[in-house]
């Protein structure tokens, strides 16, 4: 029998489809192989997925840590925030009338306004004189890692130990009365004059946070290449030039960790102002903290101390997620 003529392609003469153009011949492809599951044995095997479970059977006890003592009595705290709560009964679910009895509270309103004076009239200064000592620190000066060290030594310091110290020295015949003395300055009732109270817990704080951060801002200037500076240099560039448009850029990650861990270390103080001045003189240094513990555990109203405690968690949320938000929208200038 004749083979049909074909075409220099090879394609039959006869063989068109329904609009008339030659039409390659079909050709089944093979079937593809099925996909076989790959089991949990097969998936241990691999070098990175036992990199991945190692990393997790190392984390599993801080998460578990996590979980008991804090994601935990967090969720313990608002229930009890709903209740009415004096530590020797059972809790009385109540609602909202703790939350709503805190707004009337004049006793809150002063510790929200004493914990708002202590936060930004510590972290104001802290940002603006840690930065400038880190700024000094990263230069060539003599002895610059023994100063480093003996700078850093109040930040080490035990609370206990640190708010002792300070209580002496607020003594009215204490160190810093006798150097306003020496300078023909009257001495101050640190513990005594509402006035002056706030600012000698400031002066503290400023003592023993600023070098904390000053490491903090130390440790992100040196991660600043050194060639920015030179080639800005060699541009003509001044030192107040570089300042702005290399070191302040680069340091806005620094900046942000230190301005979020700063507020949220100012909003919980607690220990030195229990062991300072207790809260006074008439509630002028009783922060939120201090009205939570003595709400909770000097008149037993642990529901009234929990809602308290909402309170001052969500005021942290939010300055936290502000400062997120306004560092993230500079970044996209």
Excluded at 45 to 59: I, K, M, P, T, V
Excluded at 215 to 233: C, F, K, M, R, T
Excluded at 253 to 260: A, D, K, R, S
Aim: glycine fraction near 8%; proline fraction near 7%.
């Amino acid at each position: 029998m004749a083979r049909p003529p074909v075409r220099a392609n090879g394609l039959p003469l006869g063989l068109r489809d329904s609009a008339g153009v030659d039409a390659r011949p079909f050709t089944a492809r093979p079937a593809a192989a099925p996909r076989r599951r790959r089991g949990l044995g097969t998936l241990l095997r691999s070098a990175e997925a036992r990199r991945q479970l190692w990393g997790y059977a190392f984390l599993a006890p801080m998460l578990l840590l996590l979980l008991v003592f804090k994601f935990l009595p967090m969720v313990q705290a608002f229930y009890l925030s709903l209740t009415s709560y004096d530590l020797l009964s059972a809790p009385r679910f109540v609602g909202l009338s703790n939350y709503t009895a805190l707004l009337r509270d004049p006793l809150f309103h002063q510790s929200v306004g004493a914990t708002a004076y202590f936060v930004f009239g510590t972290c104001v200064p802290l940002w603006i004189l840690s930065l400038l000592l880190a700024l000094v620190f990263n230069t060539a000066l003599p002895a610059r890692n023994v100063l480093r060290l003996i700078y850093f030594l109040p930040a080490i310091m035990p609370v206990v130990v640190y708010a002792t110290v300070w209580r002496f020295l607020f003594h009215p015949y204490g160190l810093l009365n006798v150097g306003l003395h020496a300078i023909g300055l009257p001495a101050v009732d640190w513990l005594g004059d509402r006035r002056a109270t706030m600012p000698g817990f400031i002066l503290s704080a400023e003592w023993r946070f600023v070098p904390y951060f000053m490491i903090v801002y130390l440790a992100g200037l040196q991660n600043i290449p050194q060639e920015y500076y030179e080639a800005a240099a060699i541009d003509g560039a001044s030192g107040l030039q570089r300042f702005r448009a290399i070191t302040l850029p680069l340091l806005r990650p620094t900046g942000l960790l230190v301005i979020v861990v700063s507020l949220i270390l100012m909003s919980k103080v607690f220990t030195n102002v229990l062991i300072i001045s207790g809260g006074g003189p008439d509630g002028a240094t009783r922060v939120l903290s201090l009205f939570i513990y003595q709400t909770g555990f000097q008149f037993f109203k642990m529901g009234l101390a929990s809602a308290a405690s909402i309170f001052l968690l969500l005021g942290m949320m939010v300055f936290t997620l502000m400062q997120l938000r306004l560092f993230r929208d500079g970044g996209h200038d």
